[in-house]
């Protein structure tokens, strides 16, 4: 008999399963804090004198660190477990937010952004918890069976969509005015005591949470000691996963942490403006991700991933070419709500796809370059944006996120993941009549 505390978690639905809802309710938490800190950095730097370049460099530092600890964090927690990265990180988060809050000296604030690897993402993205994330994915999918996988994050998504709407409606602590230098860390002091006070109770929350043995298997990450190394089950899959991952982390590095920024310069709006805009965007389309599982379901988890990426980046077109800000918001709602339908079904096909006592270490390493390149791009992108104008690095971004849908088509299409697999082989076992 085993001696996993954990025998039957695996095989409850996701509303009934305990230690989910712990991480969904330390998922809302959490990204509350991004989305408040994706609003608030961007403007607060920005009016305290930093230009587009100054803020790429920031944004390099914290892709950077955030890379180094993800790799840290996913495959060591396929050696040490997930629950401790889970409660850490997001306290570090909130530390870092805290700092911002009393002061204006630009090496503490690069320090504490790295620290607390926040401020690259928009308001609005929903998705990312910070560099904990390998951890989160690889514990959600060693918790529940493979058919409810999908649903999971799709709920996870959810979860981090109301976050974010919260986050998005905290902004608006900020207010929409340009305060004088001398008055800005004042304005927005109670926007980054709040970030910080969501993202320790995130941590806080995380302690609750239960976990067994991590999976092992000769041979894999997970079952080595000593110093993490590459997957080997699963390196297969990692190849091309670094391939598809880099042009899309190319065009997140020149889009997602300007968002804000993009909408300040172009539009002349206030962190308040931005926060609203950002709260509705995330109310109407945090419903998009709970049919994410319906539709890939239906048409295929690789299909549904492809064509939804194609899709939303199709739409960066219209969104730089909007003469106002409420045009410009509708667009950038229409693309977020098909943004949330390829965001949960891609992770979970990640991890699903993974040799289990690898998961950690996939979740990781799938996105190392895709991290690697979104830390070099926002300095192109913020030089682009101060000498050349504000619309050519959002194209440029364009282009490359329909290189990352086709290279996804093409090196996954004949790659199912496990459920519909089992699905196709019991359809191929029932006799015709």
Do not use: C
Not at 33 to 42: D, F, I, K, Q, Y
Not at 270 to 282: E, K, P, R, S, T
Not at 337 to 349: D, F, G, V
């Amino acid at each position: 008999m085993s001696d996993d505390p954990r025998p039957a978690r695996t095989v409850l639905p996701v509303w009934l399963n305990r230690d989910l809802g712990i991480v969904m309710a330390a998922r809302f938490f959490m990204s509350t804090t991004r989305a408040l800190s994706g609003v608030l950095v961007p403007i607060y730097l920005a009016l305290l004198g930093m230009n587009g370049l100054e803020l790429g460099l920031l944004f390099l530092a914290v892709g950077l660190v955030s890379a180094v600890l993800s790799y840290f964090i996913g495959t060591s927690s396929d050696r040490i477990g997930r629950r401790p990265f889970l409660i850490a990180l997001p306290v570090v988060a909130g530390a870092a937010a805290l700092v911002y809050a009393f002061t204006d000296q630009t090496a503490i604030l690069f320090i504490a952004a790295a620290a607390g690897t926040f401020g690259r993402g928009s308001g609005a993205g929903a998705g990312a918890v910070g560099p904990y994330q390998p951890a989160e994915s690889a514990f959600v999918t060693d918790s529940i069976a493979d058919k409810f996988r999908n649903d999971a994050f799709s709920k996870l998504t959810f979860l981090s969509s109301a976050g974010a709407l919260a986050g998005g409606l905290l902004a608006m602590l900020a207010g929409s005015g340009h305060p004088h230098h001398a008055h800005v860390v004042e304005t927005f002091r109670p926007g980054f005591i709040a970030a910080g006070v969501f993202a320790i109770v995130a941590g806080l929350i995380a302690i609750g949470i239960r976990e067994g043995r991590a999976p092992t298997a000769a041979g894999s990450a997970g079952s080595r000691k000593g110093r993490p190394r590459l997957p080997v089950r699963s390196r297969p899959l990692l190849y091309r996963l670094w391939a598809t991952n880099t042009a899309n982390g190319l065009a997140i590095g020149m889009l997602a942490p300007f968002v804000t920024y993009w909408l300040y310069r172009r539009y002349g709006v206030g962190a308040g403006d931005v926060g609203a805009l950002f709260a509705i965007v995330n109310l109407v389309s945090a419903f998009s991700s709970l049919y994410a599982a319906r539709l890939a379901n239906r048409f295929g988890t690789v299909k549904t991933i492809s064509v939804v990426r194609a899709a939303q980046a199709l739409l960066l077109i219209p969104l730089v070419l909007a003469p106002t800000f409420l045009l410009a918001g509708v667009v950038y709602l229409v693309r977020m709500l098909i943004q949330r339908i390829q965001m949960p079904l891609r992770q979970s096909y990640v991890v699903g796809m993974a040799d289990p006592a690898e998961r950690g270490s996939v979740a990781a390493l799938a996105n190392t370059p895709s991290q690697v390149a979104m830390s070099a791009s926002p300095v192109l992108a913020g030089y682009l944006f101060d000498e050349v104008n504000l619309s050519i690095p959002f194209e440029v971004a364009s282009g490359l996120q329909l290189v990352n849908a086709g290279l996804f088509w093409l090196f996954f299409r004949k790659l199912p993941p496990p459920e519909e697999r089992t699905v196709a082989s019991m359809s191929e076992s029932v006799p015709a009549d």
